[in-house]
């Protein structure tokens, strides 16, 4: 299975969401605020993305090349195959040795793509539990930590890549299948911006999965 088209739109994404969070930003006096809840328009009409990733939900403990370390709690009450998935792909080891191969400023740090430059996954995809795709039980906002998964056009197209937000970013609430929460080790997550990057957020250096491993279900 290939995602040739991931990595495009994903950039397109990116534009739209540094432009939103700047217009936001001048109609707020140019302040940032962190809110836990935001309004979508999707298939399924008007309502609040005020979900709450649970702190007691299964834990993944990501250790990288250089020792950092960071951990993910999933929420299978939001997107239950999203996370079966996730948890799935963690215990296989496929995701040891794999890459963030994008990583942009205020907006996402990208990984899970065995191809390592966003255009490839696992060998089945799922279908994708947000809004926009008729799922409305997946009311969990885009807020810096979150964990989500990328897909192509194809809203069922979901696989292994994954990405984590540096901050909020509401407007792709709905559009994406957020599935957990960094809860420890953000600024492990962090120390990715120091990587030189090119002008599409991929680093010059890779920046490596050692082990990802379920550690609590």
Do not use: W
């Not at 990595?7 to 739209?16: Q, R, W």
């Not at 930590?145 to 197209?157: I, Y």
């Amino acid at each position: 299975m290939k995602f040739g088209k991931t990595f495009k739109l994903f950039c397109v994404l990116a534009a739209l969401a540094l432009a939103v969070g700047m217009l936001a930003g001048c109609g707020s006096g140019g302040s940032k605020t962190s809110s836990s809840s935001s309004d979508s328009k999707g298939e399924s009409g008007t309502f609040a993305f005020d979900g709450e990733v649970p702190d007691d939900g299964p834990t993944v403990k990501f250790t990288m090349s250089d020792g950092g370390t960071f951990t993910i709690v999933c929420a299978p009450e939001y997107a239950p195959k999203t996370v079966e998935n996730f948890l799935n792909l963690v215990k296989s080891g496929f995701y040891d040795g794999l890459t963030f191969h994008r990583v942009l400023d205020g907006f996402v740090a990208q990984g899970g793509d065995p191809n390592g430059d966003g255009t490839g996954g696992s060998d089945e995809t799922i279908p994708g539990e947000f809004a926009l795709n008729g799922f409305t039980d997946n009311t969990l906002p885009h807020l810096r930590g979150s964990v989500a998964m990328a897909r192509a056009t194809d809203p069922n197209s979901a696989s292994s890549q994954f990405y984590i937000c540096y901050e909020d970013l509401p407007n792709l609430d709905g559009n994406y299948a957020v599935f957990g929460k960094v809860t420890e080790g953000m600024d492990v997550v962090d120390t990715f911006l120091n990587v030189p990057r090119d002008t599409q957020g991929m680093p010059e250096t890779p920046i490596v999965i050692e082990k990802a491993e379920v550690i609590s279900e």
